[in-house]
Each structure stands twice: as C-alpha cells, then as structure tokens.
C-alpha cells in the first residue's frame, strides 16, 4: 500500500471565538496509516481542532484535506460519511440497547422497512474478531464496561468503514489492564490502514503508540514532527514553551509579604481513599495556611474536595482536626458543623440559588441567625449579608436576583456565603472560572486576607499561575493520587504541570 | 463612547425598568383572571354574588382547598402528591366508622393520625428510598383507596351522632364551620410558607436541592414534611366530607386528586418546585369551583365541564411553562 504523506492536510487553519484566537495557522499534515497525537494543556486548542477536523466547528480561515479533498466544513454527518470517526470522551452508547443495535445506530447502509438480523450478526462478528473482543451482540450494553462500551463505539466506526478515528482522551476513565488492550487495539487498527489521531495527556501512551504528534499552546502549533528521538521530558519541556512569568504572584506577594502559615498543624489527613478512585490520600494543612491542589482536569482534585465535604462514597481513612481523631463527614452538614465549607466549581449548578436574592444566598447555611423567633426577618438578613458583604464591591444592590448576576459577582456572593460561618478550613473550587481579570485579583486577594486572619484554605483551580501565587505548598494530584509537594520557591506552573504529567513512578524515582 | 456606556448602565441599575407589563401580568395575571372570572360570572348568573352562593361556594371550596393548600407545601419543594385522594377517603371511612362506637374526638384524632402516618410513608418513599414521587405516591394512592374499601369492604359507614356534623354543615353566625377551617388552614400555612424560617427553606429545596444540601440544609426532612402535612390537610378534608355526609364511603377519592392539582397549578405554583404561594392556591381553588358554580347554573352537564376543566389545567400548565421560560431569558439577558 502506497502511503499518502498529505493524508490529512491542514493548511492556514484558524478559528477564532469572539476576539479569541483558538486555533490560528494550524500547517500540519498527517501521512495515511500514522497514528498522530495532539499535546497541549488544557485550553491549548485541542478540542477546537478536532472539532473543527470532525465538522462540528467550522473553520474561521483555512483549509482541510482529506485524500486531497476539501471537507465540508460543519457537517458532522459528512465528515463521517467521508469515512471521519471521533470517540469523545463521552460516550454514546445508549444503555438500554443491546451491543449490536448500539454497533448499527444510525447505520443507514441496509436500510430495509425491517432489518436483516443474522446478516447485522454476521458483521458483528466481524468486527469483533478484527478487535479481538469476545462482546456478545445480545447483551444489553448497560451491563458491560465502560472499556467494552468503547469498543462498541469503535465497532460503530469501524463498521462505517472510517478511514480515520479520532480519540479524545481515551483512557480517562478506565483502568491499566483494559488501558493497555485498547492501545493494543488501536496499534491493530494502524495495521490495517487505519489513520489515528489520538488526544492524551498521557504521554506514555503517545509513546508508546503514536508514530508524530503535533504540540499546541494557546492556539499555536509549537512542533510538528514524527516521534523518533523525542523522550517525554522532551516533549514537556516543549509543550511549557517560556515560564510566564506570574504577575499575580509578584503583586500577591509584595501585598501580602508576611502571609506565611502559623506553626500549627490545623488538620491532617491519612490514607484517604474514596469513590474507587482516589488512593492513599495523606496530607496536612497548618493554621492559616494556604494549600494549593495542582493536576488536570479529572486529576482527582475535586474528588478529594468532595470527600472532604461530606460527599464522598466508600470512603475511608483518618482525619485528625485539632489534634483530634474526627469521624470523616458523611454530609455537608457535617462538615460544616465541624468547621469546612466548600465553594464549589459549578456555582450556578449547585453553588447558589439563583432565583434567590443576594442576601438570602448569603444567609443560606445558617438561616437561624436571619430569624426573628422562626420568622425570616428580610431586614435582618440585608443587614447581615451587608456586614459579610462588606469587603467585596458588590456592583448591584443586595436585593437582586443571584441569576441576573454577572460570573464575578455571582463568585463573591458564593464566598462571602461560605465565609460567613466563620469556618475553619475553606476549600474553594475553581474560583476564578470565568470571572474577569480585576474580580479575579479581587477573589485571590481575600483568600490571602482570610489565611492572615488564621483560616486554613485549600485552593483548586485550572488557572496554574494563580495557584502558583496563592500557595504556600502546592500538591500536584494525578490519577488519583498525591503525586508530588511543592513549597516555597518550588513551586511553579512548570513543576506542577511537570510532575502531572509524568507519572507516579518517575517522580519519585 | 463613555456616556452611552454610563447610560446603559444605570438603566440596567434602575428597578423601576425591570418592571414592565408583561413581567408583571405573568406574575400577577392569575389576580386579573380570578377578577375578570368575577365580574363574567355575575353577568351569567344573577345569584353569583348573593351571600348564600358565595358561602356555598366557599363551604365547597373548602374540601378541595384544604388538601391543596398541603399540596402547594410538597409542590414547593418539587414534588407531587397523587395519593391525597386515598388518604382523604381512608380518613373518610376510619374516623366515620369511630364515631358512634368510641368519641367524635377518638374519631377526629385517629383520622388525623391516619394523615400523618400516610404522609410519613410517602415522605419516607420519595426521601430515604428515592422512589420518584408521582410513581411513590400514584402508588400508595392506591394502596390508601385499597385500604379504606378493605376496612369499609366497600359499604358506607353511617355516623348516627348528629353531632359529628358539626364540622361539614354547621355555621358559627353566619359563617360555615368548614369554611372557617378552611381560612385557618390558609392563614396558618400561608404565614408559615411566606415568612418563616422553614418556609424559606422549603423554597431553598424546591429551587435548588443540590445547592441546598451543600449549604448543610437537612434537605430530606425538609422534604418529609410537607408530604406529611399534605397528608394530614387531606385527612382534615376527609373528616369534613364525612360529616357533611354524616357517612364514610371509600370511593370518593377518585377524582379530587386532579382537582387538588389543578387548583394548586391554576393558581401559578410552580410543578418544577421552588415557586408559588398559598393564595396562589386559595385563587386557583376558587377559579375552579366558581367556574363550575356557573356552568351548573347554566345547567351544562358535569360532562361538559370535565371537558372544561381538564383544558384549563392544560392552559394554566403551559402559561406556567412558557411564562418561566420568558422569564428566565429576561433574567437571564
């Protein structure tokens, strides 16, 4: 087979989102038959490339190629007509049907008043021995793994007679054993021809599977070349690009000089494992002291947040709150009864009540100290949430409605919430997503004022360079686990994103 | 550049502009409805507005709004009561078959109880065991029915006690007893629903459960609570009907059910939870049962008006949806 080295052929390619460059000049070809990796960070323009590859984004310049013709830009239908599959991260298996109508979902190729069932047997079958899978297509695909469900989703592609697959994250909810059978999978597919274009932030994986890659930061193409020669300390090294140099952190740090933790060990925590996922979770945080969690997304952050609010599931471990053995919360309740609140990521979702007013969400967890005998006292609740209030420049009076509040407001609503219970250790969830630049040195400056005034905070966020100003420590979760502890003048957005990617045993060894 | 931004700004400052006509119709149209609805009425029917129609009305009004008034409490919080018509005809037949072989009080407690303990099931199904609540409580309406025809095998009670009839026909003055439990139950509920502390948590619940529970809201008591007060109005509503009647009958639940709904519904409470009032109800009730009040005097058949009656919960349903949703997308902008 003669391999075609323009296979797929980007050229010019950008997109742009308002005045957001996503993509911009995207020059890259990728041969027939190579399996071909996208690295990049988290908002590096990933998604936005194989979006607009798999026709669901339609390109704002430029131009893709796929056996030297041009794509119909942002039509998923004919992209996968031309033979495009993608596998998202999501799958879409639908539980209820048995894997061999979800293999035939949306095949139009036999389509008859009624289905030919030994004929779509026979296929599947097939398909099956291609990918070495022992799946019956009579069993209903809620009963299976996530990792066979997967590969019902490559049957459904392969069966389309795709050309090309696109996988983004893969691997990102299943386990070692069933990792390496669908990287062995894959490895068969590029045998018969089949061009992969693999989305990981697992780089073991990419070496071990990929022939190029292509790194991306912030919209830009940084490489784009075949794999031969490159180690994975290369490639991160690469993928960092410069130290941005963190303004956040000069300017928290001449504010905010003297904020350093107080000599006592607030609270610890021991062999934590919860939700099947994490694992050996032991930490501690001292009185006034600032705790950041780096890692990627699905890293495992939120779950250890979520534990320590009383939200876990099959938990276990210990957790000794001022030199005591404490019984880890089993709801919210709980925790906050002993001194933790959460903020949490999705504030509109579950943070704040959105047809609530301001004062009323400020109230919320402790409703009582609003109360005149067991009547609500409107004025008494303004008046209080006026005094909560009083540090952050709310721009719209206290009575709005949260939902007609812009990100940033809505952000200072939910944490004078939570900081109205005088707690102890305060844990906050991406605080920063999506509130703009001055709210957000607004945000990052009261965590410094409360840790002065001895809380305890645990701060999570996908925006490094800010939990690289906060911090005092810095520990950077991956797949699970605490992976490594940074301090001082340790920590940076490169050590974090460093020691995220390579995995548990390199670091330490 | 500068001043064109000043100048949209304190336009969206400004809460007298956030007022406006359509705004304040979907909130309050249910008033001008119920208003309009009297003034039509009294042209149809020259009796419409004299005391004995309206007391009648009221004294009819009272058996349906008593159980909606509980009901508005489960809505609130997101949920739905399907089963306050067994509860109401299994409090029928217990507290009607007590009267005349133990006290009117042993009667009135038991059948209250009855309320109480239904309502615990229901709250303890949807809650703890996270049944669904229409599919819970479409249940155990059944199991409730179910039991007061086992208890009663199916034949009436009759109360010889001319004393038990004091709940469902007697007046103090002019005033009829049911119709004074009726406003109590109102006034009593609609305090505690609109400026309590508990009923600000309810609202809290029903607009947002997971934020409430991540604010140490104890989210399924709270939600327990109301499906046992809807029990125990259903309850007080079957203890009056069977005084009325001066018997106990299990099959009268059949239909109130929907009429409960629909008189919560009409009223403007919302069936996604988190919205609505207990005058709401106390409207949506009385939109209901003057309607039929009219139609009867225009002599159309109780056919007719299932007919009628069925399509205006439909209109209040989708004027409910559609307002949110024109509401939302203000909000929203």
New interface residues.
């Given amino acids: 087979m003669s391999r075609d080295s323009n296979f797929i052929l980007i050229q010019n390619l950008s997109k742009k989102f308002g005045d957001f460059y996503a993509n911009q000049n995207i020059n890259i070809s990728i041969p027939q038959g190579d399996c071909h990796a996208f690295i990049g960070q988290n908002g590096s323009g990933k998604s936005t490339l194989i979006g607009m590859l798999s026709g669901r984004i339609t390109p704002t310049e430029g131009q893709i190629f796929v056996d030297n013709e041009e794509l119909h830009y942002g039509d998923p239908h004919k992209s996968r007509e031309i033979g495009i599959a993608t596998i998202f991260q999501e799958l879409t298996i639908i539980p209820e049907m048995t894997a061999l109508d979800n293999v035939f979902l949306g095949y139009k190729k036999d389509s008859k008043l009624f289905v030919n069932k030994k004929q779509r047997v026979q296929r599947f079958k097939e398909l099956a021995d291609m990918l070495n899978t022992t799946i019956s297509p009579n069993t209903l695909a809620s009963s299976l793994s996530i990792a066979e469900q997967q590969t019902l989703e490559i049957m459904r592609c392969l069966n389309l007679n795709s050309k090309i697959l696109i996988l983004d994250e893969p691997t990102s909810s299943l386990a070692q054993s069933e990792r390496d059978a669908l990287l062995e999978t894959l490895l068969g597919l590029k045998e018969r021809g089949i061009t992969i274009i693999y989305v990981s932030h697992h780089l073991n994986e990419i070496m071990h599977i990929c022939d190029s890659f292509t790194i991306l930061n912030s919209g830009n193409v940084i490489e784009h070349t075949t794999i031969d020669g490159w180690t994975k300390e290369k490639i991160v090294h690469s993928m960092l690009g410069e130290e941005v140099d963190s303004d956040f952190k000069k300017l928290l740090d001449s504010e905010y000089p003297n904020q350093q933790p107080f000599d006592e060990v607030l609270f610890t925590v021991e062999n934590l494992s919860s939700f099947d996922f994490l694992k050996n979770i032991s930490f501690h945080i001292k009185k006034g002291e600032i705790l950041g969690l780096g890692g990627l997304v699905g890293s495992g952050r939120t779950a250890i947040a979520s534990t320590l609010?009383g939200l876990g599931a099959k938990v276990q471990g210990r957790m000794i709150l001022e030199n005591q053995e404490i019984n880890i919360p089993k709801?919210?309740?709980e925790a906050?009864?002993r001194g933790i609140v959460?903020a949490?990521e999705d504030r509109k979702?579950?943070?704040?009540?959105?047809?609530?007013e301001v004062h009323?969400n400020v109230n919320?967890?402790d409703?009582?100290r609003?109360?005149k005998a067991?009547?609500?006292s409107k004025k008494k609740s303004k008046q209080l949430a006026r005094e909560y209030m009083q540090d952050y420049k709310l721009t719209?009076?206290i009575e709005s409605?949260v939902?007609?509040l812009s990100g940033g407001n809505q952000q200072k609503v939910l944490l004078s919430?939570v900081t109205s219970v005088n707690p102890k250790i305060l844990i906050v969830d991406e605080p920063t997503r999506g509130i703009d630049l001055g709210v957000k040195l607004e945000v990052l400056r009261k965590l410094k004022e409360l840790a002065l005034t001895g809380v305890s905070i645990i701060v999570i966020s996908s925006e490094l360079e800010e939990v690289v100003a906060v911090s005092n420590r810095v520990l950077v979760v991956s797949q699970g686990e605490i992976v490594n502890e940074l301090e001082g003048d340790n920590i940076s957005v490169n050590k974090i994103i460093e020691s995220s990617f390579l995995e548990r045993s390199e670091v330490h060894g | 550049m500068d001043n064109n931004l000043l100048q949209q700004e304190s336009v969206k400052l400004s809460p007298l502009k956030q007022i406006n006509f359509k705004t304040l119709s979907l909130k309050y149209g249910v008033v001008v409805a119920f208003l309009t609805l009297i003034v039509v009425s009294s042209f149809l029917y020259t009796g419409f507005l004299n005391p004995t129609n309206i007391f009648n009305m009221l004294s009819q009004l009272a058996i349906i709004g008593i159980m909606a008034a509980g009901m508005t409490y489960v809505m609130i919080t997101g949920g739905l009561d399907m089963s306050v018509g067994g509860i109401y005809a299994a409090t029928a037949v217990v507290a009607a078959s007590l009267v005349d072989t133990s006290s009117i009080l042993v009667a009135v407690l038991v059948g209250l109880c009855v309320g109480l303990v239904s309502g615990l099931i229901n709250g303890v199904l949807v809650t703890t065991l996270k049944v669904p609540p229409f599919v819970a409580t479409l249940g155990t309406g059944s199991v409730f029915t179910g039991f007061a025809l086992v208890y009663s095998n199916a034949q009436p009670f009759f109360v010889k006690n001319p004393d038990y009839k004091f709940f469902g026909s007697h007046y103090i003055g002019a005033i009829p007893v049911s119709v004074i439990i009726m406003f109590g139950i109102f006034i009593i509920l609609g305090i505690s629903l609109a400026y309590t502390l508990y009923g600000k948590s309810l609202y809290a619940v029903g607009g947002n459960k997971e934020a409430s529970h991540l604010a140490g809201l104890k989210t399924n008591k709270l939600i327990l609570s109301t499906y046992m007060i809807s029990g125990l109005c259903a309850s007080i509503s079957g203890i009056i009907l069977s005084s009325r009647l001066a018997q106990g009958q299990a099959n009268i639940g059949a239909s109130i059910t929907l009429d409960v709904i629909a008189a919560v519904v009409i009223g403007g409470t919302s069936l996604s939870g988190g919205q609505g009032a207990i005058w709401r109800t106390f409207i949506g009730g009385s939109i209901l049962i003057m309607i039929s009040n009219v139609l009867d005097s225009l002599s159309i058949s109780s056919y007719w008006q299932q007919i009628f009656k069925g399509s205006i919960i439909i209109i209040a349903v989708m004027i409910d949806f559609y307002g949110r949703n024109y509401l939302q997308n203000k909000g929203g902008s």
Avoid at chain 1, 349 to 356: C, N, S
């Fill in positions: 609010y709801s919210p309740r906050i009864q959460l949490p979702k579950i943070g704040l009540h959105l047809d609530f009323e919320i967890i409703l009582p609003t109360g067991t009547f609500f719209r009076p409605r939902k007609n919430k």
